[in-house]
């Protein structure tokens, strides 16, 4: 049986702390109050509460300074800040110390009890799935002496630290935002948490934000009701209510307009929208992970991303390390690949020269797992017998120059050939000098974005 939620009520005025209380009490809660700041993270030293409510105006101690001093002591402590001086810049500050939610004065029973019920209901469901589920997550990424998560590989110091932000991430019912280069595998991680949450047996449904306009990125999120816009030749439902109860995976969410960040934050302050065209008020609980291979902070100061959007997410950020800095995993990769491709393809085992190993370890991977998956795909299909050889991945040779081309390769192949060979490369040096965003490598070349994309598509890096 779970132990009585204990929540601590900060409030200097007498009034208003009765009545927080005496709504409370019916609730079945554990009460704790103070009259202020100073008292009440006196108290909290010496009886932690599960949940605390502070009042933001207060002397000589304010309610964010109580937040801020909460949360450091006890992370895991939720925080409501309750203010009549309903700023969007309280608001903001509050959500970067870490506040779980914030309400203005003057406001009813009702609506507190509603805010209360939504945070204590997370932190039971949380609780109970720390004791069944943390240990043996964290078991489980000892196996073999090698942290792994479904296709997620490694065991260098930096993916060490991936899986044990993963598994935190698994537990709480936070927003997550996962950074990375492309090809690094930020839905896998995505996948991860969402598989090793209470949220498992729940849908998982993904959004690529880079792949629609304006207008249809909003349908998919919120759906849309019939004859709304042209071609609405019927209700659908958007992808937050498939992902009701589960998990929202909004993949490349730097790419979204100014206006769909506005209705987005909406949902994620209220877990509520209307359909496109629509008048009925939609609920649902849905969990958002967002990724992107931007820098979000910087689109921030640049006026390109809603500072509160940006907090309301980047609760739990992660950042995934590029393969060449994690060399030390490549091995494993290959071996993970390899056996796959066995598996799928119905071959015999494959043997692997050991100086493949070494090959495969010394590249740069300028797109990164992905290209590797790749590489490895194409050698195993092309090799005439079950063992790789160095000579298997010749397009990786060491001996190149720093175009990738020598002299005797354009007498081979011809000057059309190493050409392409070059754009190629100048190419893939260009992704990585952007970090992998399309647009910024289109601009290092001096090339029009649409014409960039086109020779991705030519060269298979897309």
Known sequence: MNDPIK??????????????????QKQQYQIVTASNGRDALSLFKKHRADLVITDYKMNPVDGLTVLKEIKTASPDTEVILITAFGTVDVAVEAMK?????????PFSPDELSVKIEKITRIFLERRQFIKTTEENLYLRGEIEGQYNFGEIIGSSPKMVEIFQLV??????????????????????VARAIHYNSHRKNKP???????????TLLESELFGHEKGSFTGAIKTKKGRFELADT?????????????????KLLRVLQEQEFERVGGEETLSVDTRIIAATNKNLQEAVKKGLF?????????????????????REDIPKLIDFFVQRLEKDMARRPIQINPDVYELLSNYRWPGNVRELENVIERAVVLSSNNRLTVDDFTS?????????????????????????????????????????????????LGVKTSAFYYKLEKYGLL
Not at 204 to 214: D, G, Q, R
Not at 308 to 322: F, G
């Open 7 to 24: 929540i601590l009520v900060v409030e200097d005025n007498a009034t208003m702390r009765e009545g927080i209380t005496e709504v409370l």
């Open 97 to 105: 110390l870490g506040a779980a939610d914030f309400i203005t004065k």
């Open 167 to 188: 598994q935190k991430s698994a537990v709480s019912d936070s927003s997550v935002v996962i950074y990375g280069e492309s090809g690094t595998g930020k839905e896998l």
């Open 204 to 214: 998982f449904i993904k959004v690529n934000c880079a792949a629609l306009s304006e």
């Open 246 to 262: 589960g998990t929202l995976f909004l993949d490349e969410i730097g790419e979204i307009s100014s206006n769909v960040q506005v």
């Open 306 to 326: 809603r500072e509160d959007l940006y907090y309301r997410l980047h609760i739990i950020p992660l950042h995934l390390p590029p393969l060449r800095e994690r």
């Open 396 to 444: 990786l040779g060491q001996s190149v120059s720093e175009f990738g081309v020598q002299l005797e390769d354009v007498e081979k192949m011809g000057l059309d050939s190493a050409l392409e060979k070059i754009e190629k490369t100048m190419i893939e040096k260009a992704l990585f000098k952007a970090q992998g965003v399309r647009s910024e490598a289109a601009r290092i």
